[in-house]
C-alpha cells in the first residue's frame, strides 16, 4: 500500500438518494443541485451522488443514450465542478459519458474545488447494460489524495467484484465512494437488501469506508431499492437505511481510522494476504 499523509480530523460524508428520470436531463440537473447545496449547508464535504446521475437509467435503445450521454466537461459535471469550488466539496457522481472514441460509458467523476480529479468508467456492465448501451471500461479505479483523505471509485456492479474492490483499498484508499443503481427485488421479510450486505462485507475485509448513493422513485415502471448506506471500516452501517424514498444520509468519518488494517493482535487483512495462491 503507497505511503499517505492525510488529517485525522472527522468529515462529514453525504449520500444523496434522489429520483433520476430518463428524457429529463435540466431536471436530473436541477435535482442534483439541490442535493448537493442541501447535503453541503448540512456541513457534509464529501457527496456522492447516485449511478447515471445526469440522465437516468431506462433507455430504450443505444441512440437514446447517445442523444443524453455528455462528456467529461459537459454541463453537468462544469456545474458539479463550480458546486465543488464555491463550498470547497469533494462531489462523486455518476454520469453517461460521451467518450472521444464515439463510444459511450457508464462512468462516475471525482471533483473538488480545484477540478475535474478524475473519471472512472464502470468495468461490469450489469444486464441490459451489455444490449450495445455502454462499452465497459478497462482501467483500475482510481484513488485521489484529497484534503481529508484517499479516496477511490466505484460503480454499482462493480462491488459484486470482490478482486476489484481489493485494487483501490491496495492502493490506499480510505473511502470507497459508488454510484450506485439498484433495482427493486423480492427478498424475505425482515431480510437487508443483499446489495448493502455486499458493502458491508467489502468495507470489512478491507478495513475501509464505503459510502454507496441509490436512487429512488420509479422510472419506466422499474422500481428502485433506494438502499444508500454508508459503511465503516468494521463493516457497520453508520447512516440508517431508508429504501425507497428520498432522502439525504449524513456520517461523520475519520477516514484515518482505515489506515489500520489489523483485525486482531495477530492478524492484518491486507499483510495476511498470500497473492501466490490466488493467482488463476
Known amino acids: ?38 447535503a453541503a449547508d448540512a456541513g457534509a464535504r464529501i457527496i456522492v451522488l447516485p449511478e447515471l446521475a445526469n440522465v437516468g437509467y ?30 470547497d466539496l469533494v462531489i462523486v457522481a455518476g454520469f453517461a459519458e460521451a467518450g472521444d472514441d464515439g463510444l ?13 480529479r478524475a ?23 482510481p484513488v485521489v489524495d484529497t484534503p481529508w483523505g484517499r479516496i477511490g471509485m466505484l460503480i454499482c456492479y462493480d462491488l459484486e467484484f470482490p478482486e476489484w474492490v481489493r485494487i483501490p483499498a491496495l492502493e490506499g484508499a480510505e473511502l470507497l465512494c459508488c454510484p450506485v443503481n439498484w433495482p427493486l427485488y423480492p427478498r ?3 431480510e437487508r437488501p443483499t446489495e448493502i450486505v455486499k458493502v458491508q462485507a467489502n468495507a ?15 422510472e419506466r415502471g422499474q422500481d428502485w ?27 461523520d468519518l475519520n477516514l484515518g481510522e482505515a489506515r489500520t488494517k489489523t483485525i486482531s493482535d495477530r492478524n492484518d487483512v491486507h499483510a495476511d494476504r498470500r497473492p501466490s495462491l490466488y493467482a488463476q
Not at 462528456?71 to 463550480?82: C, F, I, K, N, Q
Open 1 to 38: 500500500m503507497k505511503d499517505i499523509s492525510t488529517t485525522d480530523a472527522p468529515v462529514r460524508v453525504a449520500c444523496c438518494q434522489i429520483p433520476v428520470m430518463v428524457g429529463d436531463p435540466l431536471g436530473n440537473r436541477v435535482s442534483a443541485r439541490a442535493a448537493i447545496q442541501a
Open 58 to 87: 431506462m433507455f430504450d435503445n443505444r441512440a437514446q443514450l447517445q442523444a443524453a450521454a455528455e462528456t467529461a466537461d459537459g454541463p453537468s459535471v462544469r456545474e458539479w465542478e463550480l458546486l465543488a469550488r464555491e463550498r
Open 104 to 116: 459511450v460509458y457508464n462512468s462516475a467523476v471525482l471533483v473538488d474545488k480545484t477540478g475535474r
Open 119 to 141: 473519471v472512472y468508467r464502470k468495468a461490469h456492465l450489469w444486464d441490459r447494460e451489455k444490449d450495445n448501451l455502454f462499452t465497459p471500461g478497462s482501467d483500475a479505479p
Open 188 to 190: 424475505p421479510i425482515s
Open 204 to 218: 470489512t475485509v478491507n478495513r475501509m469506508f464505503i459510502a454507496a448513493a441509490d436512487r429512488t422513485g420509479q
Open 225 to 251: 431499492l433506494g438502499g444508500s448506506v454508508v459503511v465503516d471500516a468494521d463493516g457497520f452501517p453508520v447512516t440508517r437505511i431508508t429504501l425507497g424514498r428520498e432522502a439525504m444520509l449524513l456520517a
